[in-house]
């Protein structure tokens, strides 16, 4: 097959996405309605990729970077579809430039009625038919959800929408954080770019740049996440080489929201020293607490906010609750759920801290944050980004299921019951562990060349780290099973 024939299927592959991907957005549907497209995106997304793995090796970056700037982009096709969440942002950033501290009144406050608009207040008339329209006690309705509690974001993520509030024009309304979340996630596709080429991957940037939940919750619904997103993936690539700034980045990635912070034992990956540990552990923590202290010193009360409320909503306090925890409350009372979360997560980070692989401490911190998803079943789809951008550094697809379940657990979930959603978590462990299965026992895809046998008084094979795959190249690449070093040409 020439080089031009498979760069035209899997450019032609890239638009249907894209179209696929904006009617969705454009669309009408909801609930399971809009999963069924979404999961039609995910096919169409599917067959992008493994279209990529023939393409040719000049045409991959201009390529992936094209395709990114393509299916971003129509994120930017309608107001956020699936979630209310950056309207709170909008009007915490609005908060703020009035030289009010968010952290001190909630959006319902009578105390900042003057900071009211129409259209995050619509007036009265309009109450009663907007669907996605909170009422308030004084009679009116807002677009913001939980209007009566306070902010729950880190610091950063505060800067981050009084930023944008700062540099969009007044009439932008939901577009500004549109449009500031799909700049946030072309650059981790750039970033993506530059270390995978460097490694001799480009094509694994693909899992990020295309993947459908970009400009479903990164662009569309403007979830935050993208910039913790940015910042982990800086940190991993960064912390091998420099312990201190690659821990000062994840410390910016967790003052974003806290989800980062799950990250931590990849970041510590094979760090046996008490002095290299601390190298990462303490730039965090201080990193984490330099960008608290203004806001702290500026508010009136917790900046927590609404921390601890929302950890009792979602159900992580009480299994009985919500939806939490449904596999592991197949097999155990629900009374053992969380602490068996803590013992298992106990023992996930401690082997990743001690038998890890420094040199690809994002495997380790996949295992960590995905092993957490599996074992709380969170009901967010969003959450899965970070876990996306993780699989596309390490290349390790079976963990997108864990993303697919989060889907079907926030759009399914509250219309069909609890049962899909444990299904759809079953399903993505059954497939992490099939994948990790067939790299455990490196089954080849064509025959093995016959092994030479080892000589007495030959080197022995070295023994393997937790989570290292197959051998590498001179320049970094994997190489795939069963061969020592070839030039990369698939997703790994």
Not at 67 to 79: D, E, F, P, Q, S
Not at 349 to 376: K, N
């Amino acid at each position: 097959m020439s080089g031009a024939r498979p760069l035209a299927l899997t450019a032609l592959v890239v638009v249907a996405l894209a179209a696929a991907s904006a009617h969705l957005l454009s669309g009408d549907a909801v609930g399971v309605g809009f999963l069924l497209g979404y999961a039609g995106c995910w096919a169409v997304f599917a067959a992008a990729v493994v279209a990529l793995r023939w393409t040719p090796d000049r045409a991959v970056v201009p390529l992936v970077l094209a395709g990114a700037v393509v299916v971003a982009a129509t994120g930017l096709v309608a107001a956020p579809r699936t979630s209310t969440d950056s309207y709170r942002y909008a009007w915490d950033g609005r908060v703020q430039a009035a030289g009010i501290s968010p952290y001190d009144h909630a959006p319902a406050d009578l105390a900042l009625v003057t900071l009211r608009d129409a259209w995050l207040f619509p007036a009265a008339e309009a109450c009663a038919d907007g669907a996605d329209l909170t009422p308030l006690t004084d009679g009116g309705c807002t677009r913001i959800n939980r209007p009566a509690v306070h902010t729950i974001y880190p610091p950063v993520a505060e800067a981050w929408f009084l930023l944008v509030h700062g540099v969009s024009p007044p009439d932008s309304r939901h577009r500004a954080h549109q449009t500031g979340a799909g700049i946030l996630s072309l650059a981790v596709t750039g970033l993506l770019l530059v270390v995978l080429r460097k490694r001799g991957e480009p094509r694994r940037a693909a899992l990020w740049a295309w993947c459908p939940a970009v400009p479903v919750e990164a662009v569309n619904n403007a979830h935050i996440d993208v910039l913790a997103v940015l910042f982990s993936v800086a940190a991993f690539t960064l912390v091998a080489r420099h312990r201190v700034t690659g821990g000062a980045l994840l410390g910016l990635g967790i003052a974003v929201k806290l989800l980062p912070a799950v990250l931590l034992p990849g970041a510590l990956s094979g760090a046996r020293r008490p002095r290299a540990a601390l190298a990462v552990i303490v730039p965090a923590v201080v990193m984490v607490g330099a960008v608290y202290l203004p806001y702290v010193l500026l508010s009136e009360g917790s900046v927590l906010g609404y921390l601890s409320g929302y950890a009792k909503e979602e159900g992580y306090d009480d299994a009985d609750a919500g939806g939490r925890y449904a596999l592991l409350r197949l097999v155990l009372p629900d009374a053992w759920a969380a602490p068996a979360v803590l013992l298992v997560m106990t023992v996930v980070a401690l082997a990743v801290w001690r038998r890890g692989d420094p040199e690809y401490p994002w495997r380790g911190a996949l295992l960590t944050i995905g092993t957490a998803f599996l074992l709380l079943t969170p009901g967010y789809s969003w959450y899965a980004l970070l876990l996306v951008a993780l699989v596309a550094l390490g290349g390790r697809v079976e963990w997108l299921g864990v993303a697919s379940a989060g889907a079907v657990a926030y759009l399914a979930g509250p219309e069909t019951g609890q049962g899909p959603v444990t299904a759809a978590y079953g399903m993505a462990a059954v497939g992490v562990l099939a994948g990790a299965a067939v790299r455990h026992r490196r089954i080849p895809w064509r025959p093995a060349p016959e092994r030479k046998q080892r000589q007495p008084g030959s080197p022995s094979r070295p023994g393997r780290r937790l989570g290292v795959g197959p051998a590498t190249t001179s320049s970094g690449a994997e190489s795939p099973p069963g061969s020592s070093a070839v030039p990369p040409t698939g997703l790994g």
